[in-house]
């Protein structure tokens, strides 16, 4: 038995949004909303985030979780996203 590794560079981040998403709701118009502004947004924010000047370095992977972990704490049935 061995044990492969890949690392997040090779994968980037988008098969972490796509286990999120598949986590996230079984609401399919929902998931589809979703997945566009993922699509849509994900990698400009990032290549924006490239290009400024961090005084602590994040990697994207952690903003990107940061960001759907965010998206769960606020997007609620309490807050009217059902």
Do not use: I
């Amino acid at each position: 038995a061995g044990m492969v590794y890949v690392d997040v560079v090779d994968l980037g981040h988008q098969p972490y949004v796509d286990s999120w998403l598949q986590r996230r709701s079984e609401d399919k118009a929902q998931l589809a909303v979703l997945r566009e502004l993922c699509d849509k947004c994900l990698n400009k924010a990032l290549d924006l985030k490239a290009t400024l000047k961090e005084p602590v370095p994040v990697p994207d992977l952690c903003c990107v979780t940061s960001l759907c972990n965010m998206f769960d704490a606020v997007a609620t049935p309490e807050n009217g996203v059902d």
